[in-house]
């Protein structure tokens, strides 16, 4: 995901204006105009640093100096600074929140994320984990950028970049013989087609009827490795890419994994976000 | 906090739009334009319903037919439909997504909020829980909706409805007196007055400064009480409120809340929410 | 493609404000607040219909009733009355050019780009005629829509939805294999891997290398047929769809069809759109 | 028309963000962060540039360097690079497309005004070649300037900078002479009023009744003639300015302007333009 | 001037938006949801109504039911109701103090418009009275629209919409002369030009020039009768709209119009508005 | 009231592009593209200069180089300038209007504010003088601030920092008592609560029922001392702080502040603003 500075900064300050309001009336009150400060943000919990790049651009455009200690995708320990900030001080006291907002929430993404994707590639497995439509509103890309730096797959950006057939469109049109058919038909060929499954013989009928991607809604790990089985008897292995989404957890995620399975999918890491604690601290008033 | 349909209409609907990009392609080809359905709103676990009223307004928009079983604020139990929802066919699924995730998280954030409350309503305790402005970048109207839906305090709402003097404004104006006698002087008499303070002697200076609200920042129930204390005995109770923050959690809330504090404030409910699992469910095809 | 009315809306509110500026002068000087009328959209010359669906959704939001006598994708002769629209005689002024631009610009991309489907078609050829990102700015639903209406495909929405490593990239990356191993390993599952080539033997690299479809920059007809010769060789066709790009015209397609390329597609239909030639008349004054 | 860069900015960004959705999957994918390059803007037809100063406009906000070797109204020749562009690779690339598009339209509508101005001038005569409001929903300016560059007249910008009786006007009013007696009344006296009309006789009631500009709508060059001839007669020459629209073609252009009309105003040059073929060519990578 | 009512929508909801914030504070906290209110708009001055299309707009936006006694243009009396309003009480509340600074100001402009405009009817002259672009930011439509309601004229809307060549462009360009031939050559010819003078003998300069309309910047009424007096012997007059702009006052403004001349221009009539004393009563409680 | 630059950069660059148009025609007709000059700002009358922070934000925007031989708050006298102002011509000439209308306007709010707080200072009185959320609709931030430059207190921003209770809202929820109680119980603890009452008897029962604030609306001198006196008797003063509002005028200020009331509030230095004459005058031409 690469978007220019410029679109960055936009979204950045629509967030920001959000937080000001009509203005900041604490630093108006008492902080005098022309005083400059130096700051640390601190982490005071160990991670993985997501929205570094975010943050640099909504410095620059504010005119603070931003130094960061860490790259998107670092780890961090705790008490580590993380980043240098200095500027005018009203700026770098109204800014304080949103900067710490999004970098808190995007390292918290990146750093769960990060946790399930370690866990795999030390088994020496290939299957990758990615991230749902289910992110916050509004936050789509910074939510997805986050799972991309702590080593996810984006999976969808928009209901416009993949054809991804679930059980309530099934229920309209009937089968998922008919689905896949009408897509491969209507959609455009550069589009990927997923169908999402709720038992392995459906799994091969969407095989055979030209999926790109199988969807295996809440299967168990035994169910996930019938489905496998029952694809290479029919010789449609190598072609599909199979994808398991539901009751997967940090503990369970190895026996999933050792299915052999391409993809393992996870709400839980863009819905229910545990932000990093950090902090902004200054450290020299000039 | 009451905003006007429309006003919400315009964030919602930007919130879709989002989610749509250039449009829904999986529905544009197979889903036929002219069918209409019903679908449920089911809830997986059990919680406090929020959102309910912002979901009517986006489904007013998009032309689709809501009815509600349970009001905002309500409890809703583990496999209950809470919402029918019927119309386009298309429609129902190129929202189905954008009213979950927003139903799903600030039911979440209502129903983390109403444990706390209620822990603190049994008690007879009057302590209030409130939120602080760690909510998610551009969703600030929303997580503090649903805080004050589970019955919470949303606390500051933008950087211009309250005085708050944090350590770092501290670090730059020099003390705690200074920091109020400024704040008293150029900022509009219709703001509250609050201090952040470290330590017992801290808060007992800002109260004789004048300070309408102390927040006692990383206080121990012990320190809490002893602030308390001291305070009385300046004759500077009754005038002040005490809110203390960090380091509270729901397992020593009532330690915190008996300390006869009056505000216990929490990141956690906003910062790092945990979604309520809800899907829709597609009943009938007209 | 399938965007919600509400959000069409917005866009088409934001043509006619273009248009109105600070308001309609002359409605304003000589046409009676009150004064309502029917009119109707007729067409100078034949085509194929694209732009009613926007339309109506402009109209209903300006209260005007529109009847529509051709749906998307119809063909309308010279003459034709293609809508009936009625109401506020200001508004149906003000409104008549927007709605002109808008449905003579969709029409003309949809008239062009069926032209060529209906050569294919009535050969029995499946070769698909595709757009490609040479929109005009700011039209990239509405001109991408009228080619689906025409029988085209609309290739990429955005940059986000489509992996395309063309020579720039290459001229950065190095190779073909280097490209497609790089997108293979960093990109999103969900996203097919397309890769421009201008030799024959490079289509063979991309094939191998894993790109689900090659677009063949350039190629004469019997280039393609060389190349689709070199994979049925190397044993790569089937898994690979053949794009070719370049040099292709209302008078040759037939010819490239006729190689057996999967796709053909061109920038003309969207960047050089001749807009078919409609006018709107008032018939009846109330 | 002189807008400020930083207006003309807001809309060029708007138009990148268009192409770019959530981010540029390619480049993100295979494009290392930190590389530069350098590339050429070449035309592969010969016209007259258009779009140069908006260009550097966005280049500058994306902090690209830009070397323009033509500027506005130049003419370039078949292989002639128009310009140099340099800096951030992945910002090259993603940006591409978006500057293509607007520059190719702009130079295509430019040298199709051109055509027609500089066949005008090589006659001596001093018609003026005008355009319309048809231009393409959202790019008023941009199609507009474009003609301008091109050495035409930019005709209405808007709805409220000329009053332009029109034959749906005159429809409601009644007359040509009420129409223009109202328009007299009501409308500020800084705007001009044109009155389209339908036959010479029309031509001789809007000149008596006291309109500016006269629009001869589909008149043949005879026609015109007897226009002027009977306006001679009346005595209203000098004082009204005579437009020509309808009808009117890069080939019979001079018939028309030999009349002594004053202006010629064609749709075509906006509502059917036609791309001048420009490439982005990467030259050096640093 | 005339704009849909879509358009004046999306601006009336921003002005809104602003009030309200995160959210309505007061009605929140103690006003029930369902409860529904009537009200009266009442005057407590005489005055001419302007903004009750405006506002009609609101309200309907809103929900809410509006009954207007009196139309644009009307006069009313002091204690005269000239709005009923019913709805929704949360939603009458919110939105009355938005309601009322419109409607305030948009008839306090149109009162002292109409002050000036009715002394000139009064003694049977022609003279018209026109604002100038000294609109408050953000305003340019309504306070336009109020100094036509209350029978002035709205002069530019835009700088896209005359030439208007003043002091300071002539201090760049050298001469009035030059100015003019300059504006002649490269403006559309569906725009006036006008050109501001200091000094009769200039104005006859601008006159010769071509200029449409000749402002008179600063001059006292016997300067404004030498220069039409210079204009009649120069066979000026009849060509040329003067306007005389700078000093003119509520009291002396009949000896300017007395001069003949035919416009007067005043920038107070929008720059220092005296805002209408308006009211919001609540009358039943539903 | 502190906004970040380019929080306010948007809302400038917003003013300007509405008095922009399509673009500037008189600049683009006549003024050399390449032409800079330097400007003066000059006051025309004395006053107290507001908005040349807001200005000079602007002037940065716009690539102007900006030296204030004032500061927001000072006094400037008639013929001083106030602002130099150099750059390119074409942007000086287009950005003047929407210069002066913001500096006009907020200069003209702060004099008249500033003539009221001088007047309290030079009596040693501490009575604060208060805006109201009668502004200007879209000008909430420049008009409340230009009141703080003048020595005013803002009051309310929006309707989401202050819980103020009003006639319309007793007269639903029945009692002042009952309001007062609802909005301690439901409103968060950040926020004051001020009443408005109509009679002596009232304000007494508002602050027994713990209201922070009373508006004391349209009292005479004579009854807010007797309301002083009725709480004194009570022993509610000091706790309480008391506005009056209404029949307030430069004239009998100095009575009504010597009562002893907190705060004097006034709608008109806000809807009824006399802006400053400044004009901008060109003094090189580079």
């Given at each position: 995901?690469?978007?220019t500075n410029?679109?960055?900064?936009?979204?950045l300050?629509?967030?920001l204006?959000?937080d000001v309001?009509?203005?900041?009336a604490?630093?108006?009150?008492?902080?005098?105009?022309?005083?400059?400060?130096e700051?640390d943000i601190?982490?005071h919990?160990s991670?993985?640093a997501?929205?570094?790049?975010?943050?640099?651009v909504?410095?620059?455009?504010?005119?603070?100096?931003?130094?960061?200690?860490?790259?998107?995708?670092?780890?961090?320990?705790?008490?580590?600074v993380?980043?240098?900030?200095?500027?005018?001080?009203?700026?770098?006291?109204?800014?304080?929140?949103?900067?710490?907002?999004?970098?808190?929430r995007?390292?918290?993404?990146?750093?769960?994320?990060?946790e399930?994707?370690?866990?795999?590639?030390?088994?020496?497995l290939?299957?990758?984990?990615?991230?749902?439509r289910?992110?916050?509103?509004?936050?789509?890309?910074?939510?997805?950028?986050a799972?991309q730096?702590?080593?996810?797959d984006?999976h969808?950006?928009?209901?416009?970049?993949?054809?991804?057939?679930k059980d309530?469109h099934?229920?309209?049109?009937g089968?998922?013989?008919?689905?896949?058919?009408?897509?491969?038909?209507?959609?455009?060929?550069?589009?990927?087609?997923?169908?999402?499954v709720?038992?392995p013989?459906?799994?091969?009928?969407?095989?055979?009827?030209?999926?790109?991607?199988?969807m295996?809604?809440?299967?168990?790990?035994?169910?996930?490795?019938?489905?496998?089985?029952?694809?290479?008897?029919?010789?449609q292995?190598?072609?599909v890419?199979?994808?398991s989404?539901?009751?997967?957890?940090?503990e369970?995620?190895?026996?999933?994994?050792?299915?052999?399975?391409?993809?393992?999918?996870?709400?839980?890491?863009?819905h229910?976000?545990?932000?990093?604690?950090l902090?902004?601290?200054?450290?020299?008033?000039?």
């Amino acid at each position: 995901m690469f978007a220019t500075n410029k679109i960055l900064e936009t979204k950045l300050l629509g967030f920001l204006a959000e937080d000001v309001g009509q203005g900041d009336a604490t630093v108006a009150a008492i902080i005098p105009a022309d005083t400059n400060v130096e700051a640390d943000i601190v982490a005071h919990e160990s991670g993985i640093a997501a929205g570094i790049e975010e943050i640099a651009v909504l410095a620059k455009s504010l005119d603070l100096k931003l130094d960061a200690n860490v790259a998107d995708g670092d780890i961090f320990k705790t008490k580590q600074v993380i980043i240098n900030l200095s500027g005018n001080a009203r700026t770098v006291l109204t800014a304080e929140r949103t900067i710490l907002n999004l970098l808190s929430r995007m390292s918290g993404i990146a750093t769960a994320t990060n946790e399930l994707t370690e866990k795999i590639r030390k088994t020496n497995l290939v299957t990758r984990i990615a991230a749902t439509r289910k992110t916050a509103p509004g936050l789509r890309f910074f939510d997805k950028k986050a799972v991309q730096v702590g080593g996810g797959d984006t999976h969808r950006l928009h209901l416009d970049d993949l054809i991804l057939v679930k059980d309530n469109h099934i229920a309209i049109v009937g089968s998922v013989e008919d689905a896949v058919k009408k897509a491969r038909k209507n959609a455009s060929f550069t589009k990927k087609i997923e169908v999402e499954v709720k038992k392995p013989e459906e799994a091969a009928k969407a095989a055979k009827a030209g999926a790109d991607i199988i969807m295996l809604d809440n299967f168990t790990p035994e169910q996930i490795r019938q489905t496998i089985e029952l694809l290479r008897k029919l010789g449609q292995t190598g072609k599909v890419i199979l994808e398991s989404s539901g009751g997967i957890t940090a503990e369970n995620i190895l026996e999933y994994a050792s299915t052999g399975v391409d993809v393992l999918s996870l709400g839980e890491i863009t819905h229910s976000v545990k932000s990093i604690d950090l902090s902004l601290e200054i450290t020299k008033v000039i």
